[in-house]
């Protein structure tokens, strides 16, 4: 999609002239946030699902898009081969440790071109089962941790537009193992690494060398303190960048306000309440709802609210393994963690899910994709797939009409399977493989090779008219307090709903997480017609890095609920 950047050498001549017009201009207001007029949506199309790869050579168990408009694509190297090989320039991986097998001519990992539909093969050396990831400020994936030889290796990508980029590995740059662990990138653009399964402990990267030779700076205790005796469920804990810069972790049914700076737990939240679990292999999942922008200034922290849901009874891990697949948790939690005295406030899903995805969706609602009704994570530990998407409505005032069941996928997308989502505001689905190998034939839920792509309900034919599309812009860089103008196009304008323009930092997927996701509403400053279906609008950048941290966003114009395809904007 061709955006027009306009130079910043006339950038402020520009602007400041039609600020002078804005008395003999139509002005519209900007609206908290947007939504779709009632006469619009009578009732919320179900979306659609398109294949886009019958088979990509590996199941999808680990996903990031990347702000080339690339999408990185990983398994493990202990499920056997996989059926996609190895690029023709590179020998077989020879690895004497390895489970599976000792002598590998086959790929783990790949990289999607989002424009062609077109896959190629990339190359792992050491397993990089159930790991983590984080996008630097500068666009470079790292990855972090895995099983085996490969759970204290780092390894990195950056983005390129010919065939050379591959990965890089760093081994035993972790100071343990980080098999489970989960990332959040950080204001200085740092990388904070915590858990993995029986690591009760946190790290940096890049590393501070000063005081990463003593694991006793980075204990965290509240992971031990997590931990049941046999299903752990405190795996992959949730984390959340807050505001404030510091860390909201969830983890069992538990959640704390960290300061990982003074290695200190600030507070605990009031537990979860009901007996749920909800980390792996309970496996729930959890985003920070959007953070507006509206009206701050430098002195105030904006309202925060974490929401969780799904995952399993106690027990159920065990169940599973004996053949006993309990019913999914159908509840949500919704808390208010900047409030003096937070409580949570409890919703119920219209069916119960484990090993859903959570997304965050560019209108500021969010998605619950992927998962299943009985069981949990693990190998052969759940039944009953659940294909119906849920459009969860986070701005409606009236928890009745907040969950809306969406139009089902024909493939059931269990363990192993993620989501993201994609600059045209569509929703990637990839993976499901609840076996300890590959398994294709004589099994209820076969290794899934495929990708697919759901479409949701703002991208239906009907609501084109209403689609905003972004003609220019005056920067692809927002410096933090600075000021972006957007010019767009809409053919049907609705003035008394305006616009809200809207951050999204896409996520790093794994095991029903969605890592470093954030969406921030911005605050629009001024809003003009400019001529017929085309309009500006004028925003100011986050506040401070607490609250958007360095790197590449997803930029989106929302029209009455209906969002533009995302430009990229680095904010730094």
């Not at 009632?38 to 590996?58: K, V, Y």
């Not at 790949?110 to 093969?121: E, F, K, Q, V």
């Not at 204290?152 to 193992?177: A, F, G, K, M, N």
């Not at 921030?520 to 609250?547: D, E, F, H, R």
């Amino acid at each position: 999609m061709a955006i027009t950047i306009i130079k910043n050498t006339s950038f402020l001549s520009i602007f400041f002239f039609f600020l002078f017009l804005t008395t003999l201009l139509t002005i519209f207001p900007s609206p908290s946030q947007s939504q779709i007029p009632s006469q619009l949506l009578s009732a919320i199309p179900g979306g659609t699902w398109d294949l886009l790869q019958s088979s990509i050579g590996i199941s999808a168990m680990h996903m990031q898009l990347l702000h080339n408009n690339k999408v990185i694509i990983f398994d493990r190297t202990d499920f056997g081969p996989s059926n996609l090989s190895f690029p023709s320039n590179h020998s077989c991986r020879i690895d004497p440790n390895d489970v599976a097998l000792k002598i590998d001519c086959t790929a783990h990992s790949l990289i999607y071109d989002l424009s062609t539909n077109t896959i190629r093969p990339l190359v792992i050396q050491t397993d990089t089962w159930c790991s983590s990831g984080s996008v630097l400020p500068n666009g470079t994936l790292v990855q972090t941790g895995g099983y085996n030889d490969g759970d204290r290796v780092v390894r990195t990508i950056s983005p390129c537009d010919d065939d050379l980029c591959d990965w890089t590995e760093l081994p035993y740059y972790l100071t343990v193992r980080r098999w489970y662990a989960s990332n959040q990138v950080l204001p200085d653009g740092r990388i904070i690494i915590i858990g993995g399964r029986r690591m009760f402990n946190y790290e940096f990267y890049p590393r501070n060398l000063i005081l990463d030779s003593s694991l006793s700076n980075y204990k965290l205790d509240f992971l031990k303190e997590t931990r049941d005796y046999y299903d752990e469920n405190n795996l992959y804990p949730f984390l959340h960048l807050l505001p404030d810069g510091n860390l909201f972790i969830f983890a069992n049914t538990r959640s704390i306000l960290f300061d990982y700076v003074g290695n200190r737990v600030i507070k605990e939240y009031p537990y979860l309440p009901g007996v749920d679990k909800r980390n792996y292999p309970s496996s729930g999942s959890s985003v920070m709802l959007p953070i507006r922008l509206i009206g701050q200034n430098e002195t105030q922290i904006p309202e925060v609210q974490i929401m969780v849901c799904g995952g399993a009874p106690p027990g159920s891990f065990y169940q599973a393994l004996h053949g006993v697949f309990m019913g999914a948790s159908c509840s949500c939690g919704r808390i208010k963690v900047t409030d003096p005295n937070p409580e949570w406030v409890m919703e119920e899903m219209p069916m119960g899910r484990v090993m859903s995805d959570m997304l965050l969706l560019p209108t500021g609602d969010v998605i619950i994709i992927n998962g299943a009704g009985n069981g949990t994570a693990g190998w052969e530990a759940a039944i009953n797939p659940v294909l119906n998407p849920v459009l969860y409505l986070t701005y409606e005032p009236d928890p009745s009409r907040r969950f809306n069941v969406l139009s089902p996928s024909p493939i059931p997308r269990l363990y192993h399977s993620a989501a993201i989502l994609l600059p045209d505001g569509r929703i990637m689905v990839g993976g499901s493989n609840p076996h300890r190998l590959y398994n294709f034939t004589g099994v209820l839920y076969p290794t899934e090779l495929s990708l697919e792509a759901f479409s949701p309900h703002y991208l239906a034919p009907q609501y084109s008219q209403f689609r905003p599309t972004i003609m220019s812009a005056s920067n692809t860089r927002l410096s933090y307090r600075d000021i972006l103008t957007l010019t767009f196009f809409v053919p049907a304008y609705h003035a008394e709903q305006g616009v809200s323009v809207t951050l999204l930092a896409p996520s790093f997927t794994t095991h029903s997480y969605a890592m470093n996701q954030r969406l921030l509403v911005l605050n629009v400053v001024s809003l003009l017609q400019m001529a017929t279906s085309s309009y500006q609008v004028s925003v100011t950048g986050p506040l401070t890095a607490k609250i958007a941290p360095p790197g590449y966003y997803l930029l989106f114009v929302v029209h009455v609920g209906i969002p533009s395809h995302g430009i990229w904007i680095k904010v730094e």
